[in-house]
Every structure is written in C-alpha cells, then in structure tokens.
C-alpha cells in the first residue's frame, strides 16, 4: 500500500495554506511532518483524512480501495470523555470503528499492557494521570487496528519514560506493516524515527527525502569533535588549525577530508596529548531548521 500525494491545493480566502505539495510514502515506513506554525501540516493532514478536500490535485491510497476507513487519527488536542472508564472508552470507539466486541477487548488489552496500563482497564479517565491520559488517547487511534496512522505532536507534555513507550509502540506498528506520518516539533524525534521527512514553509514543500540523504546534502564538508584532558588552545594555534570551543576542553574541527581530521587526532596522541573522545560530528534536522529559518530571516531583512 503506498499513499500517494499529487500536487494538492487548498487555500482559505486570500491564504494559500498548502500550495502544490507532492510527496508519496509506503507501508512500513513513518513520515516526519515538519514546519513552523501556519506551514500548512494541519491542512494537509485534514486533506489525507478527506475531513477537507483539495482545491486542486489528489490524495490516493494506491492498492487499496477502503482504507480511509481504516485510518488511526492521534490529534494534537487530545479529547477524551473524562466520566468514562478506560475500558468503556476505547471499546466504544473501536467498535465505532468496525470491530465486534472480542475483537476490541483483545486489542485493547493488548495495547494497555504495551503502555503499561492494563491495571487501569475499569478506571474512570479522570483519575488518570496526564501522561496515562495520553497513553488512552493513543490506543484510542490504534485500537481498530488501522493500516495508516496519523500522528499529530504525539509526544508532546510526556516524560521521558512515556516518550520511551510511545516510540516503542509506534516502532513496532511501522514494523508490522503501517503507513504511519507522524507531525513533530522534537525535530530530535523525528531524526531518529521516520524513514522519510516533509519540511513544509508557508504552504509548500521547502526539503522532502530520506533522512540520511537530506543530512548529507546539508553537511558542508566534514567536521571532527576532539575532547582532551586538558587545554591545548596553544597547540592547536601553533599548528593553524582553525577551531570552535563548545565547552571547555573540547574541539571542534573542520575539514574537506575526513582523513584529514583523523591524522589530526593521531598526531594529538603522538604529541603526548590525552584524547578523550573523537568523533565525527554530523549535522542535525535541527541545525538543517534552524538554518532554513535564518536565511528566510535574512531574505526578508534585504
């Protein structure tokens, strides 16, 4: 199954909130959704889900002709019916989705062992804490056991711990075959989970492409990160090797040939020099962000 997105528009009024978007994913894979506010995530997602329909262009699920019966939606404005218990909640609405009453209850357990909840099975939702609020909200989205799943800020307001869980769950859904996207501000999350990542600015596709890919194409050059047990500004001086000090004690390098950089360190050593730690450095999704950002500022500062 692979969804297919063919150059879509929607405006509202005088806005055009998404603007020519193209892109497609298949199953078993997570796309990342990034973009400032107003980039138009919210809009396409609403599109993918036929809540709106595009001005122009087509949103299809090649290969299979219901499945946007079976989409799994995890909303960023978490709405649950608080007087209900855990198990009242999710049977109701996976029932609503199309699973009989077995069904239901079986995947449901299933899921609030995974989330580590399954005591809460016959507790009111407002006696829940607001981590295992979320963790109800998710099942909620997965309990009908969809072929595409939709996340939007999933792991907002959590802790470590629930963070931790929820990338479990989430990782095992991708690898028992879902089309899952998944829309994020932790740009750090989205690096280390999606296959594929959509940069979206004002409506438009600004970066699209697997992830490694796109990290090496923004990497200019190479850079090493040297940490010694000591000072050596001086050395390093006296060998006119440019550097920048993210801390105390530790170097960080530049360099067209990553060779380059490793004689660098093996010379440290033959010159008595304690190396702690080398390493390449690789640029972030956040650097690549960030990066975006400042140069938009800076066009629109000209």
Not at 18 to 38: D, E, L, P, Y
Not at 103 to 119: D, M, T
Not at 184 to 199: K, P, T, Y
Request: hydrophobic share 40%; charged share 30%; glycine share 6%.
């Amino acid at each position: 199954m692979r969804l297919q997105v063919s150059n879509v528009y929607k405006s509202y009024d005088e806005v055009k909130a998404v603007n020519g978007i193209s892109f497609s994913i298949a199953h078993g894979k997570i796309m990342g959704m990034i973009g400032r506010n107003g980039a138009g995530k919210t809009t396409l997602i609403k599109m993918i889900m036929s809540i709106i329909q595009p001005d122009h262009g087509s949103v299809s699920f090649e290969y299979e002709d219901d499945v946007k019966t079976q989409i799994g939606y995890l909303p960023e404005e978490r709405g649950l019916y608080l007087n209900m218990t855990v198990k009242d909640q999710l049977m109701f609405l996976a029932q609503l989705n199309g699973l009989n009453k077995m069904e239901a209850l079986k995947n449901i357990k299933y899921y609030l062992n995974e989330l580590e909840i399954l005591k809460y099975l016959n507790t009111k939702i407002k006696e829940l804490s607001k981590g295992n609020k979320q963790k109800v909200q998710l099942i909620s989205s997965l309990a009908h056991d969809p072929k595409v799943l939709i996340l939007d800020e999933p792991f907002s307001g959590l802790d470590p711990v629930n963070v931790s869980m929820f990338k479990k769950v989430i990782r095992k859904c991708r690898d028992n075959g879902k089309l899952i996207i998944m829309s994020s501000h932790r740009l750090e999350d989205v690096e280390e989970m999606c296959d594929h990542v959509l940069f979206l600015k004002k409506g438009e596709v600004l970066i699209q492409g697997d992830v490694e890919t796109i990290k090496d194409q923004y990497s200019a050059g190479n850079k090493a990160l040297y940490i010694t047990s000591e000072n050596i500004d001086s050395y390093l001086n006296e060998k006119n090797i440019f550097y920048k000090k993210p801390r105390e004690n530790s170097y960080i390098v530049e360099g067209n040939d990553y060779d380059v950089l490793l004689s660098i360190g093996i010379e440290m050593i033959e010159n008595n020099i304690e190396l702690l730690k080398f390493e390449k450095v690789q640029v972030t999704l956040n650097d690549i962000f960030i990066k975006e950002l400042d140069d938009e500022l800076e066009k629109n500062l000209a």
